[in-house]
């Protein structure tokens, strides 16, 4: 049962270590690629796709560790365009809303003097 469970494992750790040496070797070759890498041959997107989120995991170690340390780490968002111009407008019918209030508040204390 020992010899059962010990293989069992040495083939856990055997998978796991074939798959991270793959995914290591895709990372470097998507970014020899550089971005526009992405477009040649069949592997190039998942190599470009494994690079950009190997650079997005050291960012995220980085931020680990600098927070470890009790360092203010601030979180870098990337705005969309659309969701942008949305809260502008939301914002511009808050104003036109608030203007009608005041308005119809005007109104109500001339009417009732």
Do not use: C, Y
């Amino acid at each position: 049962m020992t010899d059962n469970v010990m293989s069992f494992f040495a083939a856990w750790m055997l998978t796991h270590e074939v798959a991270d040496e793959g995914l290591k070797a895709a990372v470097l070759r998507g970014e020899d690629g550089g971005p526009e890498g992405m477009g040649g041959g069949p592997d190039a997107f998942v190599n470009g796709l494994a690079a950009m989120v190997a650079e997005e995991k050291e960012k995220l170690k980085r931020d680990l560790e600098a927070r470890a340390r009790g360092e203010e780490v601030a979180i870098e968002q990337q705005t969309d365009p659309a969701f942008e111009e949305l809260r502008f407008e939301v914002g511009e019918l808050r104003g036109r809303l608030d203007n009608i209030e005041g308005l119809l508040e005007t109104l109500v204390r001339k009417s009732g003097s």
